[in-house]
């Protein structure tokens, strides 16, 4: 993370971080998760409020999430049209749809944070699709505040090396990633042999 972005934390401190993680939901490239773990650092120095951290990335990542899915439910046909024209965004947003729709609301919670750069589109998606406006809401509230405990608790603990937490919480969630994709692969594969055997 560059100088002025940690200067502007210190600065600025919980709104900041709130505006960060609000951005992140909306698919603008800031570096909210790298972010949180310098605020997590600032909370072990005394220079920031753990409450206040906490409550202003959860509040920022909460009203972010609602903003992507009030979108996605008003305008779906035409945020899709418009992704048409961007081949990686419209992989995402079609990763995400796909997800959710053989996911459902866990799906919406698993984007928050083991998933994230599906939550974004996954937001859309879930508006477009017209899934449930509360069950969004509570799976999305729920993952988010993992999200945001998870990065700050570890730039606290890891307050003098946020590289080796940036590294640690890449690996960990890259490992629940792969585990998480095998167990629901092998839930499609056994509910198909299920169905051949019935067939």
């Known amino acids: 993370m560059s100088d002025t972005l940690l200067q502007l934390l210190a600065t600025y401190g919980a709104p900041l971080l709130a505006l960060t993680t609000f951005a992140s939901c909306l698919a603008l490239p800031v570096p909210s998760s ?5 605020a997590g650092a600032f909370v072990a ?5 753990a409450s206040a951290v906490a409550g202003a990335a959860f509040a920022g990542a909460v009203a972010g999430d609602q903003l992507g899915y009030v979108a996605g439910r008003g305008g779906g046909a035409f945020i899709e049209r418009k992704l048409a024209s961007r081949p990686k965004r419209r992989r995402l947003y079609a990763r995400a749809r796909a997800y959710l729709l053989s ?3 866990y799906g919406v919670f698993l984007t928050r944070w083991l998933f994230s750069p599906l939550g ?3 937001n859309l998606a879930a508006g477009a699709a017209r899934l ?4 969004f809401t509570l799976w999305a ?4 505040a993992l999200w945001v405990a998870l990065y700050v608790t570890l730039g606290q603990v890891f307050s003098h090396n946020l590289m080796i937490a940036s590294d640690l919480i890449t690996q960990v969630l890259g490992l629940l990633a792969a585990l998480g994709s095998s167990f629901f692969l092998g ?3 056994l509910k198909l042999s299920r169905q051949r055997a019935r067939g």
């Open 132 to 135: 449930s406006w509360a069950r």
């Open 141 to 144: 509230a729920a993952g988010e």
């Open 45 to 49: 120095s005394g220079d920031l409020s």
């Open 103 to 105: 996911h459902g609301s």
């Open 120 to 122: 974004p589109y996954a």
């Open 34 to 38: 790298l972010m949180m773990l310098a």
């Open 187 to 189: 839930r499609w594969l």
